[in-house]
């Protein structure tokens, strides 16, 4: 188009010049001619060019959206492919039958302080055919129990909503001395020795006995009376879960979660009432733990469904995936830290030991797989706990990942995307080495024994 607008701009200055020459243009009005005639060539020019540009950018932008559009239509189509491939694997439970319970002797010492029940099997037949509840992927006893909890955390929740939403400054000025001394000790909850972490046990169990404590020159009662003590309760079980989506989940090391989980085993170990608070609090901040796959309910909005999934607002937004994900994996690893570790009391059995663990594991395995997240946990469970639940199921462990591997893996990679495959590679690798040493490795900064007496 340009080379036409050239041809017919240089045709008419010709034109031009040869009226000039003939005489029939003065020279003045000639040249203010072929002045006039190159503004607006100029302009013309510039014209062209910019809707040359603007055309080629539109092209672009057309071509760009085609690609996405194809492209997504690709990976749909693989995922439909994946899922179809993952029906047609075989549904019947991972493992058929039930591994003994472990005898006294197949125990560390440690661990015949805790009585340990029976391991369920994987695919019991209750579960097996109870694992999909509303649309939600859950076991049926799984289930049962994040009722009983979580009714039990509402009921106390409702109970002190009066005390926690009172704008009176005297009651203000209790809640803030009761929430001080009862996050302060979690807060500085530190591996730097076994009397740091006892000293912490007991500082905790003596504010929920409901005993007078003393903070600077202030001295507090958390029991006054049963609104007060239940606030510190229900302060000190959601605190812990906020240690394990924070300290845990961006520790760079294991070393965090041992200490903070032996210090909650033990205040479990005295008060019944805070182990079953803290559980409800870290089945609602990461279902993983119970474990349950949410499903979105009917009218649910986008946002409520995430932060229901366990998603925390970042700023003015919900946070990324990556970040939501390292939450969950420390959620997982403060869980799993729990359930191997010794009772942190020598005198009084462990409150949730590894029979609930071997329970998760099961359980976990019997659920349809979800991309990203099941592998995620699993890989931070087996690191944890993987080595006490070694010593104490020995062979019958060893069977459960070895089936894990051939049956459960390949369900996880059909639903998978390839792009999204890293989680799987670790958790694949981390258990063909087990398979190859026949051995799990000790996680770095286990708390190998009784820390309180």
């Keep these: 188009m340009i080379d036409k607008q050239s041809k017919a701009m240089s045709a008419l200055k010709s034109a031009v010049g040869q009226l000039y020459k003939e005489g029939r243009l003065n020279p003045l009005t000639a040249t203010k001619f072929e002045q006039e005639c190159g503004s607006v060539y100029g302009h013309v020019i510039g014209a062209v060019k910019q809707l040359n540009t603007a055309i080629k950018r ?180 959601s605190k812990c879960v906020d240690q394990a989506c924070e300290q845990v989940a961006f520790s760079d090391n294991l070393v965090p979660a041992f200490s903070i989980a032996a210090v909650i085993t033990g205040i479990w170990q005295r008060h019944p009432l805070f182990g079953d608070l803290f559980l409800a609090h870290l089945y609602k901040r990461c279902p993983y733990t119970v474990p349950a796959y949410w499903n979105k309910k009917s009218g649910e909005s986008n946002e409520d469904f995430l932060r229901r999934l366990g998603y925390s607002n970042d700023g003015d937004k919900l946070e990324e995936t990556d970040k939501y994900l390292l939450k969950m994996e420390g959620c997982i690893k403060l869980y799993a830290a729990i359930i191997q570790g010794p009772p942190t009391f020598s005198n009084v059995p462990h409150p949730h030991g590894l029979s609930h663990g071997w329970m998760w594991l099961t359980r976990i395995l019997n659920l349809e797989p979800v991309p990203d997240i099941t592998a995620t946990a699993l890989e931070a469970f087996l690191k944890v706990a993987g080595s006490a639940m070694l010593r104490v199921y020995k062979s019958q462990f060893l069977k459960l990942l070895e089936l894990l591997y051939s049956k459960f893996l390949p369900k996880l990679e059909a639903v998978t995307l390839e792009s999204n495959l890293g989680p799987i590679t670790r958790l694949k690798l981390y258990l063909e080495k087990i398979q190859k040493t026949r051995s799990v490795p000790e996680p770095e900064g286990r708390v190998p024994q009784s820390i309180c007496s």
Excluded: W
């Design 58 to 237: 539109v092209n672009e932008e057309q071509a760009a959206k085609i690609l996405a559009q194809e492209e997504a239509k690709k990976k749909e189509e693989e995922r439909g492919k994946k899922e179809e491939a993952a029906k047609q694997l075989p549904q019947e439970p991972v493992v058929a039958q039930q591994p003994p319970p472990p005898s006294v002797t197949e125990q560390q010492p440690l661990q015949q302080q805790q009585p340990l029940q029976p391991p369920p099997s994987v695919g019991s037949n209750s579960d097996q055919q109870n694992s999909i509840i509303n649309g939600n992927i859950i076991s049926s006893s799984a289930f049962t129990e994040y009722q009983k909890l979580d009714k039990q955390l509402k009921e106390l929740e409702q109970g002190i909503h009066k005390f926690v939403v009172d704008k009176n400054p005297d009651c203000a000025k209790m809640r803030s001395a009761l929430k001080l001394i009862t996050v302060t000790p979690i807060n500085s909850i530190s591996a730097s020795s076994n009397e740091h972490m006892a000293s912490k046990v007991k500082e905790l169990v003596h504010i929920l006995d409901g005993k007078e404590t003393t903070r600077g020159q202030k001295r507090i009662n958390p029991g006054i009376n049963n609104l007060t003590l239940n606030y510190c309760f229900n302060v000190a079980a």
